[in-house]
């Protein structure tokens, strides 16, 4: 699926956590290359860095080694301030639990990616809406997170993931916290996002059945991708 360009890269990742007197090696070398518009599903059991290796991919967290390429841009050169303005420009996030700030409303969750920016309130309205439209949840603008059921609330999540056009986005478990059939539509939401607008997704998944959908689904297995397999979609 997409072009051929790599829009992500990462080479010989290593990541280690001192805890007090112990090193944790927890990523012992991981290379990856993203495509344009893919879709990946990272897979692998609890506890094996699946989380570390997406907040790294995120630059929310450095590796100890290795480095990682994104949009041709060699990200960990950047100083802190560097860093957050690209990760804001240029990657969407959403987690297992959403995040979303319980005293606002949907539309203003979503909105609030691009308070930073120099767009118009109305510029930042149009957009959010548009957003929630596509998530399906035009119904809801108004809602806060506590009128919201779990998978509407990861809808809002998504939808605030795209606010400010991303490039890449990644998702850890997005599903996690979700009833079988609603884990389902919030994966078809972000299939279909990601096939329309030639996105590209990095998700987490446990779902077997989905990541068979993925373009290509790797397999984290102490610190390491042990498979990688790439899916002809038809
Ligand atoms: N900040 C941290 N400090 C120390 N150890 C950590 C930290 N973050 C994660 N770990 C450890 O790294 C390992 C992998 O964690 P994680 O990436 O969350 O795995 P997964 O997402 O695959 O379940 C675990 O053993 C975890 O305890
Ligand atoms: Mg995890």
Do not use: C, Y
């Not at 692998?44 to 041709?72: A, F, M, N, Q, Y």
């Not at 700030?101 to 120099?118: K, Y």
């Not at 949840?137 to 779990?150: A, I, K, N, W």
């Amino acid at each position: 699926m997409g072009s051929n360009r790599i829009i992500l890269r990462a080479r010989n990742v290593h990541k280690v956590f001192q805890l007090g007197k112990n090193k944790v090696h927890v990523l012992k070398g991981v290379d990856l290359e993203v495509t344009e518009g893919q879709i990946v599903a990272v897979t692998g059991p609890s506890g094996v860095g699946k989380s570390t290796l997406l907040h790294i991919l995120g630059t929310l967290d450095r590796p100890s080694r290795g480095t990682i390429e994104i949009d041709d841009t060699n990200v960990f050169e950047f100083d802190e301030k560097r860093l957050a303005r690209f990760r804001n420009r240029t990657i969407g996030f959403v987690f297992q639990f959403h995040h979303l700030l319980p005293e606002f409303t949907a539309l203003e969750n979503v909105m609030m990616p691009g308070l930073i920016g120099g767009q118009t309130q109305d510029e930042l309205v149009n957009r959010a809406q548009a957003l929630l439209h596509e998530v399906g949840l035009s119904h809801r603008l108004g809602h806060r997170p506590g009128e919201l059921s779990g998978g509407e609330m990861q809808r809002v999540a998504v939808a605030r993931a795209l606010m400010l056009d991303p490039k890449l986005v990644l998702a850890d478990e997005p599903s996690g916290n979700l009833d079988q059939a609603t884990s389902q539509l919030l994966h078809e939401l972000l299939w279909n996002l990601s096939r329309k607008h030639n996105r590209t997704f990095i998700i987490v998944t446990h779902n077997r059945e989905l990541a068979e959908e993925a373009d290509k689904v790797i397999e984290i297995s102490d610190g390491r991708i042990i498979k990688e397999q790439l899916n002809q979609i038809v």
